[in-house]
């Protein structure tokens, strides 16, 4: 049997790791990777939690979440394609002009 | 009564064995069946040097697979290049676990007998004497409640193997074909996801065992109540499309043109590698054939008669019938069309497909709610 | 043997999380944190929610990085390139990040209940969460498809070239 802090510290570790992840990396397409890591952890620990008190609208707002994740990936990857075109690299560092 | 488990664990080692081993030569046969097919459709014979009616070269082609140079060029990047075709054949592979092919059979009542004098004594489990079962055997390695989503979800990754061995070998025509394919591979699970709503809703049950047992029986008379028949003929279309899209077959097979791309994205590879991208592909078929059986053309059901053996049998020689069915339209459309360009392909499965799979989705729910 | 699975994928887990921040080329990163969604969906198994782990594997794993593998690929993206680190931030950060992390895992583990959750504690058929999704939580569900809908128009309007947006317009 696994306690349920069990899972909550791993979604926590998950959480910490897209956090650090987040703030010490430059490709600016890891950072977008370490955002996605987050939601991951935080999806664990709603599937954790409706396990725990039986209630399936946990499971539900996973979906919503997935979905939040998908579009955000989506308009995420584009914006980085666009700056990619203009800028000519990837590393947050260098974009750091409002006019080209 | 449930099984034991380590019963279960058994039979299911052995389940997983011998689908394996029929797949494994379903794939080889199925490369046979369409270089005579499509041989013969161009009005020349096929492989017949090599045993009767060429039934051997399969054999001869494995050999030459295996003494071929197994070469990687030094400008790859060897993790990924040497994964990817991995990857594609675990992905093929994996999706046979949830179909079922039969109905199952009991493995009845066996006492042992007494003279087991070696196992008699100190074993956890007394053999000597005792009974084992009645088990009810499925003809499925595993029946999850969710055996459709995991084909779709085992398709989804399947685009991995291609994109990623088209960036690994470091070379534009293999870098093209793979972003071609799998921004093709993706754009057409969508339309594929959809057409298959239409079934879930008919059928109310992820479980591939219960989609095929709600066709059982017939309607209208004499019409079996197979899905195809019974409301789901545009949804077949649909699927059958966007399967031919998936498993990048003629007429949408540009990202291995031979004549376009060089080879696509297995370019580099040579030998026991391009073998298995090969092998992949050739799961990927039949995977779909079995999957278009199961969901529109009523599974293993068909015309029963005979003894019980003959009646545990014959499911799965109906089953198999059916999908030589399919793959012989796959062999057929492939010698027959020509190939789609790369923006007509992604215009078709976008505007046309899309929308039409939604259409089809909204009908059937409407038909089903009333 | 929940526990035993239970620690295997959460090993999974952990490495893939780590390995995504330790590589320095995005594709590798790319390849841990496809290994950690699918340890996830092992996850979402051992807890019973069956058609969460699903989708999991087919929206996130299937489809949302294969995006992030296209856009690598796309881009040609290199090696990232090691800028001067600062020496004091690794002297405090690495060892506040342990202690920290050290005494939120004590109180975590020592003062929430030890109440545990068995293997497929709460079965999420679909069936059921249907129920839910077009129910309960409908006017959500509605509201996520038009956000997806203008994330549609937003990521073709960003990533088509200029000069193709202009003659659209024509």
């Known amino acids: 049997m696994v306690p349920l802090s069990y899972y909550l510290l ?91 | 009564m449930p099984l034991p488990i380590h019963i279960f664990i058994l039979v299911s080692v052995i389940k997983s064995l011998i689908i394996l081993i029929v797949l494994l030569t379903a794939v080889a046969y199925t490369v046979w069946l369409e270089r005579k097919v499509v041989g013969h459709m161009q009005n020349r014979w096929g492989p017949t040097r090599v045993g009767p009616f060429g039934l051997l070269q399969p054999a001869a082609d494995g050999l030459k697979f295996f003494f071929k140079e197994d070469l990687t060029p030094p400008h790859v990047y060897k993790p990924l290049f040497i994964a990817a075709p991995m990857m594609a054949v675990i992905f093929a592979l994996t999706s046979i676990s949830v179909i079922p092919f039969g109905n199952g059979f009991t493995f009845g009542p066996i006492t042992l007998p ?55 070998s470091n070379n534009k025509y293999s870098l093209l074909g793979g972003l071609r394919s799998s921004a093709q591979m993706v754009s057409y699970e969508i339309a594929l996801g959809l057409s298959l709503v239409g079934i879930l809703i008919q059928s109310g049950s992820f479980s591939l065992r219960e989609i095929v047992d709600a066709q059982g029986g017939h309607f209208l008379g004499f019409l079996p109540r197979w899905n195809i028949f019974h409301g789901q003929f545009i949804g077949f279309f649909i699927y059958l499309m966007a399967a031919y899209a998936e498993t990048n077959r003629i007429p949408f097979d540009l990202p291995e043109a031979e004549t376009e791309l060089v080879a696509g994205y297995h370019t580099e590879y040579s030998s026991m590698k391009f073998a298995m991208f090969f092998m992949a592909e050739y799961a990927n078929m039949i995977t779909v054939a079995c999957l278009a059986t199961l969901l529109f053309f009523g599974g293993w059901h068909g015309p029963l008669f005979g003894p019980p053996l003959l009646q545990t049998v014959l499911p799965i020689f109906w089953f198999a019938v059916k999908i030589f069915c399919f793959l012989f339209l796959y062999i057929w459309v492939r010698g027959t069309l020509p190939r789609f360009r790369y923006d007509q392909l992604m215009s078709f499965g976008w505007k046309f497909l899309l929308p039409l799979a939604i259409a089809n989705l909204v009908a059937t729910a409407i038909a089903v709610a009333w | 043997m929940t526990l035993i699975l239970f620690l295997a994928f959460g090993a999974v887990c952990v490495a893939g999380a780590v390995n995504l921040l330790a590589q320095r080329h995005p594709i590798n990163s790319a390849l841990s944190l496809i290994a950690v969604m699918a340890a996830l969906a092992g996850e979402y198994l051992l807890l019973g929610a069956e058609f969460v782990a699903a989708v999991q594997v087919i929206v996130y794993a299937g489809a949302i990085m294969v995006l992030f593998v296209f856009v690598i690929m796309l881009l040609n993206a290199g090696e990232e390139e090691l800028t001067k680190g600062s020496r004091v931030a690794i002297l405090l950060g690495v060892p506040g990040v342990i202690t920290g992390g050290l005494l939120t895992s004590w109180v975590v583990l020592r003062h929430s209940g030890t109440e545990a959750v068995p293997a497929g504690a709460l079965p999420g058929p679909p069936a059921e969460i249907a129920q839910l999704l077009f129910h309960d939580f409908l006017l959500p569900f509605e509201v996520t498809s038009v956000l997806i809908l203008i994330a549609i128009l937003g990521a073709v309007v960003l990533a088509s070239k200029p000069d193709e947006a202009e003659r659209r317009f024509d």
């Open chain 2, 114 to 168: 007494h003279y087991f004098p070696l196992i008699h004594f100190e074993l956890p489990f007394h053999w000597g004497g005792s009974v084992i079962g009645p088990y009810s055997i499925p003809f499925q390695i595993t029946d999850v409640n969710i055996g459709l989503l995991i084909i779709l979800g085992v398709t989804s990754l399947g685009v991995y193997g291609v994109a990623l061995a088209g960036w690994s």
């Open chain 1, 10 to 100: 791993l979604s926590g570790i998950l959480f910490t790791c897209g956090v650090v992840g987040f703030l010490i990396k430059r490709n600016i397409i890891t950072i977008f990777m370490s955002i996605e890591l987050m939601l991951n952890g935080v999806n664990l620990s709603f599937v954790a939690f409706a396990a725990h008190w039986h209630a399936l609208a946990g499971q539900v707002f996973v979906f919503f979440v997935m979905v939040v994740a998908a579009a955000e990936a989506a308009v995420g990857l584009a914006i980085i394609i666009a700056v990619y075109r203009t800028r000519e690299t990837l590393n947050v560092d260098q974009v750091n002009l409002l006019k080209l």
